[in-house]
């Protein structure tokens, strides 16, 4: 179901010589923009780039495909290449950090102007532009069931084709190697677990001796509840997986019905822990101490670690004797300058914790390899690493 509140903003633009608006949605809680002018397929694309570029939406009135196309072609001028400034004598180079905080501010700067291209749908998701797909069942995904009753709505065309391509991964599902080549089906908003390095540790990591054969392990943060199946698939006897988010859960619910373990995973809506103590405790944080712009990037940004913290300051309460909590976590934020190994080993010893083996894997998606990306020199350092805590033993 949507995020989005009760009362929705509207979006006001001039047709036909009349004042007409619109309910305006936005699942990243971006404001309507002030300035709306229609388009239509007459508009030029570098007439289209200095208006969106200037922050005026553009109201789209022709064929839908030839819209798709003027996104590209807005998102090539974006994208070109620009000038190296040179450096001014006496001036250090940036920092990873620096060049980190220029990336995201580029990153939201050409979301934004993407963003320009909107869409007018009915309440009930349809659209009446020509070649328009039937976007009905995604749109109800994302946004709920809808009712004509209440009334039109606008809504960025890169939004919906983020929808669109979640639907069809929701539809379609991923493939996991740790699951035996079973499917997991993101939702929207929900993180796909498309890097198997993090999978493949909890997945192949021996068990602590305390679980035992009728032990509980405690999955936190479950998301997609892909490691909640993994721990179920590898003989754990009860998972309790918590998320805080509704769409996690109805995510993981969803996962494990079709996984068929809904006898072996108990879902709980919760910040972080549930009650009582395991085990095992799994928790796979997001891994950059930053600031979400979008619902996806909940998985990856968190600003001041704090489920991280909350994870760590927590967990020895929560550890049966002879536990492991094991904390799986990439050091990339270490490499763009973010977060220190020395603050996580302090995070780990002030909250009564040891570490007890530490399991490393390279990740291999394709940014590691792309030396073009802006970030590639702390993305080709990347390790990720299943930490296996325990709490300290008194001497």
């Given at each position: 179901?949507?995020?989005?509140?009760?009362?929705?903003?509207?979006?006001?633009?001039?047709?036909?010589?009349?004042?007409?608006?619109?309910?305006?949605?936005?699942?990243?809680?971006?404001?309507?923009?002030?300035?709306?002018?229609?388009?239509?397929?007459?508009?030029?694309?570098?007439?289209?780039?200095?208006?969106?570029?200037?922050?005026?939406?553009?109201?789209?009135?022709?064929?839908?495909?030839?819209?798709?196309?003027?996104?590209?072609?807005?998102?090539?001028?974006?994208?070109?290449?620009?000038?190296?400034?040179?450096?001014?004598?006496?001036?250090?180079?940036?920092?990873?950090?620096?060049?980190?905080?220029?990336?995201?501010?580029?990153?939201?700067?050409?979301?934004?102007?993407?963003?320009?291209?909107?869409?007018?749908?009915?309440?009930?998701?349809?659209?009446?532009?020509?070649?328009?797909?039937?976007?009905?069942?995604?749109?109800?995904?994302?946004?709920?069931?809808?009712d004509l009753a209440q009334g039109p709505y606008v809504v960025?065309?890169?939004?919906?084709?983020?929808?669109?391509?979640?639907?069809?991964?929701?539809?379609?599902?991923?493939?996991?190697?740790?699951?035996?080549?079973?499917?997991?089906?993101?939702?929207?908003?929900?993180?796909?677990?498309?890097?198997?390095?993090?999978?493949?540790?909890?997945?192949?990591?021996?068990?602590?001796?305390?679980?035992?054969?009728?032990?509980?392990?405690?999955?936190?943060?479950?998301?997609?509840?892909?490691?909640?199946?993994?721990?179920?698939?590898?003989?754990?006897?009860?998972?309790?997986?918590?998320?805080?988010?509704?769409?996690?859960?109805?995510?993981?619910?969803?996962?494990?019905?079709?996984?068929?373990?809904?006898?072996?995973?108990?879902?709980?809506?919760?910040?972080?822990?549930?009650?009582?103590?395991?085990?095992?405790?799994?928790?796979?944080?997001?891994?950059?101490?930053?600031?979400?712009?979008?619902?996806?990037?909940?998985?990856?940004?968190?600003?001041?670690?704090?489920?991280?913290?909350?994870?760590?300051?927590?967990?020895?309460?929560?550890?049966?004797?002879?536990?492991?909590?094991?904390?799986?976590?990439?050091?990339?934020?270490?490499?763009?300058?973010?977060?220190?190994?020395?603050?996580?080993?302090?995070?780990?010893?002030?909250?009564?914790?040891?570490?007890?083996?530490?399991?490393?894997?390279?990740?291999?998606?394709?940014?590691?390899?792309?030396?073009?990306?802006?970030?590639?020199?702390?993305?080709?350092?990347?390790?990720?690493?299943?930490?296996?805590?325990?709490?300290?033993?008194?001497?």
């Amino acid at each position: 179901m949507s995020t989005q509140p009760q009362t929705q903003p509207r979006i006001e633009w001039t047709e036909a010589g009349e004042t007409r608006s619109a309910r305006w949605r936005s699942e990243n809680g971006a404001l309507p923009p002030k300035r709306v002018l229609l388009a239509n397929d007459t508009l030029g694309a570098d007439e289209a780039y200095r208006l969106t570029s200037e922050g005026t939406a553009l109201l789209w009135r022709g064929d839908f495909q030839n819209a798709r196309h003027l996104l590209q072609a807005l998102a090539r001028r974006i994208d070109r290449p620009k000038k190296a400034k040179k450096a001014k004598p006496g001036l250090a180079e940036p920092s990873p950090a620096d060049l980190f905080n220029l990336h995201r501010q580029a990153q939201s700067q050409r979301a934004r102007t993407l963003a320009m291209v909107v869409l007018e749908f009915d309440g009930a998701h349809h659209s009446v532009l020509r070649r328009a797909p039937d976007v009905v069942q995604a749109c109800r995904e994302v946004y709920g069931p809808g009712d004509l009753a209440q009334g039109p709505y606008v809504v960025s065309l890169r939004e919906l084709l983020g929808l669109i391509s979640v639907h069809e991964w929701r539809s379609k599902g991923v493939e996991i190697a740790a699951l035996d080549g079973q499917r997991i089906h993101p939702h929207y908003g929900v993180f796909a677990p498309v890097r198997s390095e993090y999978l493949g540790l909890v997945a192949d990591t021996a068990l602590p001796s305390a679980l035992g054969a009728d032990g509980v392990a405690f999955d936190i943060g479950t998301g997609t509840g892909v490691l909640a199946a993994v721990l179920a698939r590898r003989g754990v006897n009860r998972v309790v997986a918590t998320d805080q988010d509704p769409r996690a859960m109805a995510c993981a619910r969803d996962n494990i019905k079709r996984l068929a373990l809904t006898a072996q995973v108990n879902l709980q809506q919760t910040d972080l822990f549930p009650e009582g103590r395991a085990p095992l405790i799994v928790c796979n944080p997001p891994w950059v101490p930053a600031r979400p712009s979008s619902p996806i990037e909940h998985a990856v940004y968190d600003p001041d670690s704090r489920m991280l913290r909350g994870f760590l300051s927590g967990l020895a309460v929560h550890l049966a004797p002879g536990g492991e909590g094991w904390l799986i976590l990439s050091d990339l934020a270490e490499h763009l300058g973010l977060r220190t190994r020395a603050d996580l080993l302090a995070w780990i010893d002030a909250a009564g914790l040891q570490v007890l083996a530490r399991v490393d894997a390279k990740p291999q998606h394709s940014k590691v390899f792309d030396v073009d990306d802006a970030l590639h020199a702390a993305r080709a350092a990347e390790v990720t690493s299943l930490w296996r805590l325990g709490a300290k033993t008194l001497a």
